[in-house]
């Protein structure tokens, strides 16, 4: 391992393109993080590579995708000499009602929501393992409580959540798993429903958001940065505002 792989612990942040994932990958590198930024939008990931430059790679993969993973894996075992911390960020939000019609959407969401931080978790366990590391899943509020609209997509956070507990378990005292669980956040996720009637809906409460996705990664960044014997395993965040 050369001088260089040696300094920094190094993140892999999912969903790195936009919202909570990129203000992760900003915060993180601001204090001396390198990061590897993972997600699907080539263009976005690196142009974000190119704005934080040294200790910024972009790789394009999707967390769907076992192969893309692995070689995301490979890639930065082999440039950072390994992985300290794994952000599961990655999501999306397909609200509607339960119906027929949303059933694509419904695979969707466990697919990516679910599926694909154990994936990604799966495949990076080992270099996060060596030398003690950190996991950070990114839940929601939507794993605690949920309402008409929102079945599927709150399963798939309720999921994590169970999932990130048994972890929490299995891997201490070597790897700290700290969920994360935001309320409405100004980021795009309201963007993706295909339901419109429930889209605009849904848009009308993130266009007044008071949270950022910087608030976040703030938290993210503290929780990283408490000493080794102290974990912070939950974080649940709510704008002052929001009641549910």
């Known amino acids: 391992m050369s001088q260089t792989q040696k300094q920094g612990r190094v993140a892999v942040i999912t969903g790195a393109s ?3 994932g990129a203000a992760t990958a900003r915060s993180l590198h601001a204090v001396g993080y390198r990061v590897a930024l993972l997600a699907r939008r080539k263009d976005r990931v690196e142009a974000l590579a190119a704005e934080l430059g040294e200790g910024a790679i972009a790789i394009t993969a999707d967390v769907t995708d076992r192969d893309a993973l692995v070689a995301a894996a490979d ?3 082999r440039e950072f000499g390994g992985t300290d911390v794994l952000v599961n960020n990655a999501g999306v939000m397909l609200l509607g009602p339960f119906a027929s019609e949303q059933r694509d959407d419904y695979r969707h969401m466990i697919e990516v929501n679910l599926l694909g931080a154990i994936t990604a978790t799966e495949v990076f366990l080992e270099q996060i393992k060596d030398g003690g590391g950190d996991l950070i899943n990114i839940s929601s509020v939507a794993g605690r409580v949920s309402g008409p609209g929102s079945g599927v997509y ?3 956070k309720w999921g994590v959540n169970g999932w990130s507990e048994s972890l929490r ?3 201490l005292p070597d790897v700290r798993v700290t969920l994360i669980e935001p309320g409405v956040v100004d980021t795009e996720l309201p963007t993706h429903i295909t339901h419109e009637q429930t ?3 849904v848009q009308q409460a993130y266009d007044v958001a008071t949270v950022s996705a910087e608030d976040i990664a703030e938290v993210i960044t503290f929780a990283l ?3 080794r014997h102290l ?3 939950e974080i649940l ?3 002052a505002d929001q009641a549910l």
């Open 18 to 20: 936009s919202g909570i």
């Open 75 to 77: 890639r930065v075992k």
């Open 154 to 156: 709150s399963a798939s």
């Open 169 to 171: 378990q299995e891997l």
């Open 199 to 201: 889209r605009q809906g």
């Open 225 to 227: 940065q408490r000493p």
């Open 231 to 233: 974990a912070i395993n």
């Open 237 to 239: 965040l709510r704008p």
